[in-house]
């Protein structure tokens, strides 16, 4: 059955802008990203908007609705309160280009400054082990499709804008994938502590919130790098050990 819901869309360039009213009509089984397509088809060709698969897998479309980073194509128009207006605006944490755009490029920067996976020799028979509860550990962070909700959500980056001083959490699980691996040999711990910053979360689990693959980005990848930068750099026993080791 066809209604109509107002929604509110931000316009502009470079950061400057405002909420701009489109009254659009909407079909059962709509998703924002369709009704942000039929605004451009019906009033606004010019909208610019950032979107490629349609299907939760690309992170393109990512935006706030509502004032929550959300991927426009997997946000069911029937999962929010279509009797007030519905808001639709860029990511906050990344400049403004246009409209509904952003510049996510400083994300592939911080992705170059991480030691690419190292892996380790191959056995005498040619061949590399690992167990299956090593690779299930890591797998889970190989479900992110770098849609960077968890980047724009991060108070850390997004109010306190310590973007040279703190990776995010995107970052912080491709590094724990890296460190965690069974086969890799490198050390990427004085880069978690120093150049990635793992000290400046203080754990508010905003960003395993909004990731669509429901990444526990927080519990599984944030923590336990804490832990061993904890132990490397803090623990004097750890220490003592090390010295005794010759390590």
């Known amino acids: 059955m066809s209604r109509s819901v107002l929604m509110k869309v931000y316009r502009g360039e470079q950061g400057t802008g405002a909420l701009h009213d489109y009254q659009v009509p909407i079909d059962d089984g709509m998703v924002v990203l369709d009704v942000i397509h ?39 128009m029937d999962t929010l309160n279509q009797e007030k207006p519905i808001t639709v605006e860029p990511l906050q944490t990344f400049p403004h280009v246009r409209d509904l755009v952003t510049d996510v490029s400083w994300n592939y920067t911080v992705n170059k400054k ?13 061949k590399q082990r690992m167990y299956q509860y090593e690779v299930d550990r890591v797998q889970e962070f190989r479900k992110c499709i770098e849609c960077f909700l968890c980047q724009d959500v991060c108070h850390v980056l997004r109010n306190h804008g310590k973007h040279e001083e703190f990776a995010g959490p995107r970052f912080m699980a491709r590094l724990a994938s890296l460190e965690m691996h069974p086969l890799d040999v490198a050390d990427r711990l004085k880069h978690v502590k120093d150049g990635a910053g793992v000290g400046f979360c203080n754990i508010t689990k905003c960003c395993s919130e909004v990731c669509p693959e429901h990444i526990h980005i927080t519990d599984n990848a944030i923590i336990p790098l804490k832990e061993r930068v904890a132990d490397r750099f803090y623990d004097p026993l750890q220490m003592l050990f090390r010295v005794l080791g010759g390590k």
């Open 38 to 76: 039929r605004i451009q088809a019906t009033e606004a060709p010019d909208l610019a908007c950032r979107w490629n698969c349609k299907a939760g897998k690309c992170g393109s479309c990512s935006a706030e609705v509502n004032g929550k980073p959300a991927l426009m194509c997997m946000t069911r």
């Open 114 to 126: 991480i030691q690419p996976f190292t892996p380790r020799p191959k056995d005498a028979d040619g």
